[in-house]
């Protein structure tokens, strides 16, 4: 059967879908899925580093022993044991926190989702890192924010231009409703904020009265086990934690959630009840047996593991390939390394070529909700195996000598 159409009379899309379109990158990436090319793209773990039979063994005992809980509808807050097992998850990270104030979601894309439904009108401002997660972009834009992204450097978001920012704001009687931030391992920049600027943002955000939305898929995947002070730690009267169990279990498992205080964490219950009941409670029990019962610990070391040795030889392949106008960030941990361009290049016009020599990146302006990040691309390097990882890295250097050899010949320097 062929596909049908509505009548445009019947496709009435609600005002804050307006700006929702599916970008040309996405019409790029069906291509970038072929197996001849190498993707530095995607942000996906490395399931083969899991412990697949311990999974299914779990799995197995939790329909046959407990069926009659695991596939009915659950409560709205998430599984109770569960949520005792994610304290314990957050406790590795000195993060404090307690069961009753966790909201289990659908990962933390979801959790994004929910505190932006919860707080965000058209026009409210937020501000972020720049460049930020892009799934948080989409999220704070599908509620019509209006995102003002602070410049990072390697020690994270800009103090000084974030109390710029915050003063400008002030001489237009405006207040951001949240400050959104990835302090470790930021997904797409690969830099962890340092102890002075956690406190600094910390003490900014008690004086100028800021809610923080702290989100941390990776602070357990700290190359050498470095666990870095949660601004959750630092003030937890002001902050929305986000965890997820995607990067350090399985993201296929779907489980997330959200650390906050009681009034925020009753609307957020009804807001989760209101989007689809409930979480699976399948898939909330495996991963309560799984934490209870499997060495959650040495598993994420061998994540760890096998993310620093391929961060290491993107790292290697980098300095030997990449031309001496590039520069990029030396990542501790994550999955991510984010590369500036000479200025002159384009990283978004770039990726047809590079997906012609067979490699495919992030263009950086996917992690701008305005303009930024042009002469930017993200590499990831959790997925692809060390070699092809390095094959990929010599296919986008070849494309990148050729690009800047191009636009020197025409404007006489790529600077
Ligand atoms: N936040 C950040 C910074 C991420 O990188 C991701 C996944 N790429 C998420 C949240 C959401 O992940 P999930 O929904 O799988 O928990």
């Known amino acids: 059967m062929t596909e049908v159409n509505f009548h445009p009379n019947l496709v009435r899309f609600a005002e804050r879908t307006r700006g929702m379109t599916a970008s040309e990158i996405r019409a790029l990436f069906a291509v970038a899925s072929r197996p ?20 299914a063994e779990i799995s197995r005992h939790i329909i046959t022993d407990h069926g009659g809980v695991a596939l009915q509808y659950g409560g709205g807050q998430g599984h109770e044991p569960l949520r005792d097992r994610l304290v314990e998850v957050m406790a590795a990270e000195g993060i404090p926190a307690h ?5 289990v979601t659908t990962g933390g894309q979801q959790a994004l989702d929910l505190v932006a439904k919860l707080f965000l009108d058209p026009g ?19 509620y019509e924010a209006d995102v003002r992204q602070v410049p990072m450097d390697a020690e994270g978001m800009r103090p000084d231009l974030l109390a710029e920012e915050l003063q400008a704001l002030a001489r237009a ?26 406190q600094d943002l ?39 934690y986000i965890g997820t169990l995607s990067k350090i279990l399985s993201p296929g498992i779907r489980v997330g959630w959200i650390v906050a205080p009681g009034a925020v964490r009753e609307k957020l219950i009804l807001l989760k009840e209101a989007a689809d009941l409930c979480q699976s409670n399948l898939t909330q029990m495996v991963a309560e047996r799984w934490i209870a019962t499997e060495d959650w610990e040495g ?14 030889a993107m790292l290697e392949e980098l300095e030997r390939e990449l031309p001496a106008s590039c520069r990029w960030s030396v990542p501790t941990g994550g999955f991510f390394v984010w590369v500036e361009l000479p200025k002159a290049i384009d990283a978004r016009e ?14 950086g302006a996917a992690f701008y909700a305005a303009e930024g990040g042009e002469n930017h691309l993200r590499l990831s390097f959790c997925y692809p195996t060390p070699e092809r990882i390095r094959e990929g890295v010599r296919r986008l250097a070849k494309v990148l000598r050729a690009e800047i050899e191009l636009v020197d010949a025409l404007y006489g320097g790529s600077q």
Do not use: W
């Not at 598993?299 to 993310?307: G, K, N, P």
């Open 299 to 312: 598993q994420v070391a061998s994540f760890r593991e096998a993310y620093r040795e391929r961060c290491e």
């Open 36 to 55: 001849e090319i190498v993707s530095l793209a995607g942000g996906m773990p490395s399931i083969d580093s899991l412990d697949h039979a311990s999974v």
């Open 124 to 142: 409210d401002i937020v501000l972020a890192e720049g460049p930020s997660y892009v799934g948080a972009l989409g999220a704070f834009a599908s």
């Open 202 to 240: 910390a003490d900014l955000c008690a004086r100028e009265d800021i809610l923080i939305l702290e989100d941390n898929p990776y602070g357990l995947l700290d190359f050498k086990a470095e666990v870095r002070t949660s601004l959750r730690a630092l003030v937890p009267e002001r902050v929305l």
């Open 173 to 198: 009687g405006r207040r951001p409703k949240f400050l959104y931030t990835v302090p470790n391992h930021q997904n797409p920049a690969g830099v962890s904020m340092s102890h002075r600027r956690r």
């Open 350 to 363: 770039l990726l047809a070529k590079a997906l012609s020599e067979r490699v495919a990146y992030v263009p």
């Open 99 to 103: 069961a009753d104030e966790i909201v």
